[in-house]
């Protein structure tokens, strides 16, 4: 190990590789970089942005849900001078300005913020590393899949600005209601959504096929299959679901596009009628068939949200219990079980429409084959924990927060996955309570995790602990005050896509009890709560930059896998000398060894 | 250091990093191709009876220009074969041999793209004309010696023209699916050698006039979007070939078995590409 | 998989094709018994048989070409 700490001055890429005969300009290195770790850093800072700004649209909508028809404070202005009075109208966030910022919400979070944070920021900087390639399979590629990525998201936001606002069909966007949202734009938000997507889908495909290259292809000497680092397996799964599942929205996307734009019918049944008439298209399409393009894409998505948060916590646990991960190898396969049965999962998001009991049955039995592999993996992580002398740093309290939130949010899951129980529970609080704490205290907290534990190795500085704890505590109250009250709506009866909160709904007392909806209210105060210990994230992330402890070795949380075993910030190349490997990825505490922990390039 | 295996294969797998790139990128675009298969399966059993008036399942047959598809097939085929033949040359060590091949299957390729522009031409001239009595036809019509475009019933008014002199299609074999005896009057036309009725519709008799475009029904729908997907992939493979052909021949000279690499690389996506049409020609024209 | 055994891949798909395309005329002239559908059919199967016999002479041309 400490062979390699030596290097740490190596001046950036120059003295050990001929390509490069002059230091690069600002647009070489910053903006058209085909270093996979400044493109792994462009990918990490333009999620955290959007994850930010996917936070403030909820924000809004809670407003909105808590107190309907009183104008948003701060934001309300500027929304109603930036999207028009009929969008806000004296500050009040009106329905359709609710149902944009719902669609966009859950597409910004998901497309725009969590994956390109979990694959393309931590995929694209640690892989390489952690196999010891010096770079991706195919730089270039790469370069093109963010710069991809980055305008997908600027259409995207560009949406919010052109008449008739962005997309607001939800991000499931069902056909006919996406094609009939906005029947006065030809060039609607639905329509650049539909172009955004496919800049994302493509950018992701690239992702995708240069990740299994690099996996298969550039591993280092030594580096057999089954000593590969748990992320790299995940990571590898999910570049596979990318890969597979995201064309088949491609051609959805297509399509839609073509109802939209060419007066097509493939999603527009015969005899369709709206409020304006019989709608003037040939009919003959299939409403079914764009659900089912959709979550044959989405299914596998929630893994590939869910996955690369898996690899991070499986490193961190690893590392801060000093002790070796609990059944390895039952890890690797579940996670192989998981990457097969999400293709074959999907239309249990389909039961309410009437699909046919045969099939529904077909999707459920799938659903709880596929809760198996989920939780080995779980339990593997829990029994890891058993007996290790944990280390409580930041890194690993969101970690191990990671473990009974997402069993939280899978254990929900649950009755979803049944049919008799879906019926009832389709559509409400209770699905919205469930999947957010499958990603938000889930992902996002081990993404946080992630950022943390792998900040070192990016910066050379390590982020400031105090803030961390105070971050992490501070979240994991508020994300629980914030999502579970929801199960209660949901199990209540209150439906997940009402813009008044489901207040005019209870009015008339009809349905359940109103009392529900105080909830609301309290809801709303968690979510400020949470932005508050947002704040600590944000400064100690910066201010952590210039000013954080400096780290006096290129391995400081003492781990085994490769990517500590690199100058602090890897250079260029990334290894000072061809890596080897000698070991399986997680050898601490081996008896008889010098120290608790030996590195996989480490001889002997 | 440099990125391994970017020539030569990896001992383990046996690959170069361009290849197992391609197969991955052939094994979603399969995916993306599976997914309008699937679409077009859905559609097709969905269609209700009636929906297209001349035929029994409501899913219109033999509307495309069979003779044309399967010369279609043969120059794709044919270009398959050639790509493979450039693809030896290289490694026989023969330049010139590789060119003239190549120089053959983008010529395919181009010529594979005319002849599908002149369908598609063919088809935004050929209309589906529904009167008031109920009654349904399909033909062509000329305007001041010209076959229009695009034009629907609001166009026609908006000319001030009273009544169309339509040569109305009568029915080919094609347009009734195996299984299916073509009806005795038509099987008499054909034998007289008759294609077409020429008949003169009152403007005010019509009840909705629409060209053989996308919007006009699922059928069409379907089959533009997948046949011009399929076009914009032979675009894009004949212009990675041309590229190799004309302009990227410097590598061919520095480093050989790079060079080689790319055109197998190509090759397979040129192959796969024509693949799909192997799967889409029956599926669209035939069935 | 090298462009050798994707070739013949291909080839066999395209045989496949060419039988399926004589199915087709076949079925076609036993509903109607036209004329051309029997001619169609037949060159459809000479068809499939060159491109068998094309593929042998590759296969044997391309001996020395890895499948890998």
Not at chain 1, 45 to 74: C, D, E, N
Not at chain 1, 349 to 364: D, L, S, V
Not at chain 1, 397 to 419: H, K
Not at chain 2, 188 to 195: D, Y
Request: aromatic share 16%; glycine share 10%.
């Amino acid at each position: 190990m400490a062979s390699t700490s030596s290097h740490t001055s190596a001046p950036h890429g120059v003295s050990h590789d001929d390509h490069y005969h002059h230091e690069p300009g600002f647009f070489e290195k910053y903006i058209f970089s085909t270093d996979h770790k400044m493109i792994g850093i462009q990918y990490g800072l333009s999620s955290l942005a959007f994850l930010f700004f996917g936070f403030l649209l909820m924000m809004a909508m809670r407003w909105q849900l808590a107190y309907p028809g009183k104008p948003i404070p701060v934001l309300g202005a500027i929304f109603e001078k930036v999207l028009g009075a009929d969008m806000a109208q004296g500050g009040v966030m009106q329905a359709d300005l609710y149902n944009s910022f719902g669609a966009m919400h859950g597409t910004i979070m998901v497309f725009l913020a969590i994956v390109p944070l979990a694959f393309g920021a931590f995929g694209n900087y640690v892989t390489p590393l952690q196999i010891g390639a010096p770079d991706m399979a195919f730089p270039r590629l790469n370069m093109a899949s963010f710069h991809l990525y980055f305008l997908g998201g600027v259409v995207m936001l560009g949406s919010f600005f052109i008449p008739g606002g962005a997309a607001k069909s939800g991000w499931t966007s069902y056909s006919p209601l996406a094609t009939l949202a906005d029947p006065v734009n030809v060039i609607d938000g639905q329509t650049l959504w539909l172009i955004g997507m496919v800049l994302l889908i493509t950018s992701s495909l690239l992702g995708a096929v240069n990740f299994i290259t690099t996996i298969i292809q550039l591993r280092a000497r030594g580096l057999t299959w089954m000593r590969l680092p748990f992320f790299v397996w995940a990571q590898f799964v999910t570049a596979f679901l990318l890969l597979l599942a995201f064309p088949p929205l491609e051609a959805a996307g297509l399509m839609q596009l073509a109802d939209n734009v060419l007066g097509t019918s493939f999603f527009l049944p015969t005899g369709l009628v709206t409020s304006g008439g019989q709608v003037p298209v040939s009919g003959g399409g299939s409403p079914l068939l764009w659900q089912h393009l959709f979550w044959f894409l989405a299914h596998p998505e929630v893994y590939v949200l869910i996955l690369p948060a898996m690899g991070v916590v499986s490193e961190i646990i690893a590392n801060n219990t000093r002790k070796p991960l609990w059944g390895y190898r039952s890890l690797v396969f579940a996670v192989l079980s998981i990457g097969f049965l999400a293709f074959i999962v999907w239309a249990h998001h389909m039961y309410m429409t009437g699909m046919g009991t045969k099939i529904a049955t077909f999707f459920q039995t799938t659903t709880m084959m596929i809760s198996v592999p989920s939780v080995i993996i779980l339990s593997a992580l829990f029994i890891s924990l058993w007996g290790g002398s944990i280390r409580f740093n930041t890194p690993m309290l969101f970690a191990l927060a990671f473990l009974p939130m997402f069993g939280i949010g899978g254990l929900t899951g649950l009755p979803l996955g049944l049919n008799a129980t879906d019926l009832y529970l389709h559509d409400s609080y209770y699905v919205i309570a469930h999947f957010h704490y499958v990603v938000a205290p889930g992902t996002i907290f081990a993404l946080f995790a992630g950022v943390y534990y792998w900040y070192p190795k990016i910066t050379g500085r390590v982020m400031n602990e105090t803030f961390g704890k105070v971050h992490f505590w501070g979240s994991l109250v508020f994300m629980n005050l914030i999502f579970s009250p929801m199960f209660i709506q949901g199990i209540r009866g209150m439906s997940r896509r009402m813009y008044d909160g489901g207040a005019t709904y209870f009015q008339d007392g009809v349905g359940a009890d109103p009392g529900i909806l105080k909830l609301n209210v309290s809801i709303t105060h968690a979510a400020f709560g949470l932005a508050l210990f947002q704040l600590p994230f944000i400064f100690n992330f910066f201010w952590s930059i210039s000013n954080g402890k400096k780290v006096t070795s290129d391995n400081p949380w003492e781990a085994t896998t490769l990517e500590w075993q690199t100058p602090t910030p890897p250079p260029h190349g990334n290894f000072a000398s061809e890596p080897v490997v000698y070991r399986g990825p997680y050898e601490y505490s081996v008896p008889g060894a010098e120290k608790d922990f030996s590195p996989q390039g480490q001889p002997g | 250091m440099d990125i391994p295996y970017t020539v030569n294969p990896r001992s383990d797998t046996g690959l170069y990093n361009a290849k197992v790139g391609i197969w991955l990128f052939l094994a979603s675009e399969v995916m993306l191709f599976g997914a309008f298969f699937s679409a077009y399966i859905l559609l097709r059993v969905t269609a209700q009876q009636g929906f297209w008036p001349d035929v029994a399942d409501g899913w219109p047959h033999g509307l495309l220009n069979i003779p044309i598809g399967t010369f279609n097939t043969a120059v794709l085929i044919s270009s398959s074969v050639t790509v493979v033949m450039a693809w030896m040359a290289l490694k026989e060590n023969n330049f010139p041999k590789f060119r003239n091949f190549m120089l053959f299957t983008v010529a395919c390729a181009l010529g594979f793209l005319g002849i599908k522009t002149f369908e598609y031409k063919e088809k935004f001239s050929h209309y589906v004309i529904r009167t008031t009595d109920g009654k349904v036809v399909t033909g062509h019509f000329d305007v001041d010696g010209k076959s229009p475009l695009f034009w629907t019933l609001d166009t026609v008014k908006s000319k001030n023209i009273e009544k169309l002199k339509v040569e109305v299609d009568i029915p080919n074999r094609y347009r009734f699916p195996v299984g299916m005896q073509v009806p005795e009057d038509i099987h008499k036309a054909h034998a007289e050698g008759r294609h077409h009725d020429e008949r003169v519709i009152e403007v005010s008799q019509i009840d909705s006039l629409k060209a053989f475009i996308p919007s006009t029904h699922p059928f069409f729908a379907i089959y533009f979007t997948m046949t011009f997907l399929h076009g914009l992939h032979v675009l894009g493979g004949a212009i990675v070939l041309a590229y190799f052909t004309f302009i990227g021949t410097d590598l061919w000279r520095k480093n050989p078995e790079q060079f080689t690499n790319r055109i197998e690389v190509g090759g397979l996506f040129w192959h796969f590409v024509d693949l799909v049409w192997i799967f889409l020609f029956p599926v669209v024209y035939l069935l | 998989m090298s462009l050798k055994t994707f070739h013949i891949v291909f080839v066999t798909v395209s045989v496949l094709l060419m039988l399926v395309i004589a199915a087709w005329n076949f079925g076609n002239y036993r509903d109607n018994g036209t004329q051309a559908d029997l001619t169609w059919g037949v060159v459809s199967v000479i068809a499939a048989v060159g491109l068998l016999i094309y593929g042998k002479i590759f296969l044997r041309k391309f001996k020395n070409v890895s499948y890998l």
